[in-house]
Antibody
Framework: EVQLVESGGGLIQPGGSLRLSCAASGFTFSTYEMNWVRQAPGKGLEWVSYIRNSDSTTYYADSVKGRFTISRDNAKSSLYLQMNSLRAEDTAVYYC?????????????????WGQGTLVTVSS | DIVMTQSPDSLAVTLGERATINCKSSQSVLYSSNNKNYLTWYQQKPGQPPKLIIYWASTRESGVPDRFSGSGSGTDFTLTISSLQAEDVAVYYCQQYYTNIPTFGQGTKLEIK
């Protein structure tokens, strides 16, 4: 069974830093692209960042570019999100999300497994 | 970035009746190399993470009941639940992944009338 377990959330003051972790199990982590997606309280979903499995190529939403850094450790089956210069608008549940594997050799462009999320609250 | 717009924002349907949710993208999400629309639908129940139900606009994820179907191409898409069940109460999101920056619709809240 695929499991994604996030940790590291909490209450942090504006301007502070936080590092989120995601422990993956039940699948070969090194063969999957991974993402972080967030959801502000009572709001919709916002994709945050992506990291490729093969070469660790990364992409970021404009709202976090230059402040957040995604990384992975395939040996530890773990995904990370380093969040710096946090703002009130970064308050959200952060989900660790697996990109769906290929189908007939093509990307499905979907997220097929989600963790339960970790809440980050940025407030003074 | 591609903007995804869903309609309606909320919907109340009688049990056993059809529910239809629309999603429109600001540009085509049809990938010419494989003729696939990079449009996904998710279901999110209260207190739970989203669940993938439809990808490539019309392909049901394994284990998803066949009362769920997706249609559309290019910029206009529809999620249909043919006979609404009580367990289908949720917020539904569409998402595009045509570019390296995936974007979601604002969500449609589906309730029982």
């Amino acid at each position: 069974e695929v499991q994604l377990v996030e940790s590291g959330g909490g209450l942090i003051q504006p301007g502070g830093s936080l590092r989120l972790s995601c422990a993956a199990s039940g699948f070969t982590f090194s063969t999957y692209e991974m993402n972080w997606v967030r959801q502000a309280p009572g709001k919709g979903l916002e994709w945050v960042s992506y990291i490729r499995n093969s070469d660790s190529t990364t992409y970021y939403a404009d709202s976090v570019k230059g402040r957040f850094t995604i990384s992975r450790d395939n040996a530890k089956s773990s995904l990370y999100l380093q969040m710096n210069s946090l703002r009130a608008e970064d308050t959200a549940v952060y989900y660790c999300v697996r990109a769906a594997g290929l189908s007939s050799g093509w990307s499905r462009g979907s997220f097929d497994s989600w963790g339960q999320g970790t809440l980050v609250t940025v407030s003074s | 970035d591609i903007v995804m717009t869903q309609s309606p924002d909320s919907l109340a349907v009688t049990l056993g009746e059809r529910a239809t949710i629309n999603c429109k993208s600001s540009q085509s999400v049809l990938y010419s190399s494989n003729n696939k629309n990079y449009l996904t639908w998710y279901q999110q129940k209260p207190g739970q993470p989203p669940k993938l139900i439809i990808y490539w606009a019309s392909t049901r994820e394994s284990g998803v009941p066949d009362r769920f179907s997706g249609s559309g191409s290019g910029t206009d898409f529809t999620l249909t639940i043919s006979s609404l069940q009580a367990e289908d109460v949720a917020v539904y999101y569409c998402q595009q992944y045509y570019t390296n920056i995936p974007t979601f619709g604002q969500g449609t809240k589906l309730e029982i009338k």
